[in-house]
C-alpha cells in the first residue's frame, strides 16, 4: 500500500479488498471510459463497487468499455435502483435480468424510492434477483418531506435482508438531504440510533456523499463504516477520513502523549 513508506504503524487497520465491512462505494454520474480509468488507477485499492447512478447506463457511451474496464480492476458494477424501478413499472423485470447477465453485471440495486411499491412485491423481487446476482436494497423515501418512523426503518431492513439482500442501503439521495438526513443533511438521529440499536451496522451501507455526514458515521461507527453515494474525487479523501489522516477525525483515531512537546 502506498501508506507503507511513511512508517506509521498505529493507523486504524482497514481490511484488504474484496471487503464485508468498511465498503466505499462510488457515485459514477455519467464518467467517460478514461476517467474510469483514472479512478481505478488512482484509487482502486479503495473502492469496493460502483453504482452507476439512476438511469445513466442507459445514455453512457461506451458503456461495455467501461463496465471491463471496472471489471479489470475487480471493481464490481451495479445500476442505479431508479433503473430497477423503470424496469418495474414497465414490467420488465425479465428483460432487467437478461440484460444484466449480457453486460455481466453482477450486483443488481433494488429500490422503491420514487415509485409505489407494496413491500411484498419489492421483498419477492429481492428473493428472485437474490438467486443470481448480489443484491443491495435500499430503504427510505427521495422525498424529504416523507419520514419513515424508527420501527418502520427497522422491519423493512430486517424483512428485506432475510428477503436475500446482501446488504441494505439507507437512502440520502446524491444530495443528502433525503431518507435518514432532514432536508438540512442533518442526520435523523433518532432514527439512526433505533437502526443500529436492532440491526448489525455491518449489514447496512448509509449514504454519504456530503464530507460532514461521512465524519459524523466514522466518529460514530469506527473507520470501517460502509458507505456509499461518495463522488469519484473523493474517494482518498474519504479513506484519509477512516485513517485519521484528516484533522476531522486525527484525535479520533489517536491520543496525543501527554507531554509538553506533544503538540510542538
Known sequence: MPRDRFGFDDLPARPARPRASG???????????????????????????????????????????KLAAYRSAEVPVCFGGTLFEAYCLRGRLD?????LRALRVDYVEISDG?????????????????????VLSEVGSKDPSTALSPDAWVRMIR??????????????????????FDASGQVRSSVMDEI???IDVRRLVFEAPRKAQQVWFIRKFGANVNLGNIPPGEV?????????????????????????GAHA
Open 95 to 99: 428483460e432487467y435480468r437478461a440484460l
Open 23 to 65: 465498503l466505499t462505494l462510488v457515485l459514477d454520474k455519467g464518467l467517460s471510459v478514461r476517467q474510469a480509468e483514472d479512478l481505478l488507477q488512482t484509487s482502486a485499492d479503495y473502492v469496493d463497487g460502483v453504482k452507476l447512478g439512476w438511469g445513466t447506463a442507459v445514455l453512457t457511451p461506451r458503456l461495455e468499455d
Open 236 to 260: 482518498i479523501p474519504l479513506e484519509t477520513l477512516r485513517t485519521g489522516l484528516r484533522g476531522d477525525t486525527l484525535l479520533s483515531f489517536f491520543d496525543p502523549p501527554d507531554s509538553p
Open 114 to 134: 420514487t415509485i409505489s411499491l407494496p413491500h411484498e412485491e419489492k421483498l419477492a423481487h429481492i428473493r428472485s434477483f437474490a438467486e443470481d446476482f448480489r
Open 196 to 198: 443500529v440499536r436492532r
Open 159 to 180: 424483512d428485506e435482508l432475510s428477503a436475500g439482500s446482501w446488504k441494505v442501503i439507507c437512502e440520502a439521495r446524491e444530495s443528502g438531504a433525503a431518507g435518514v
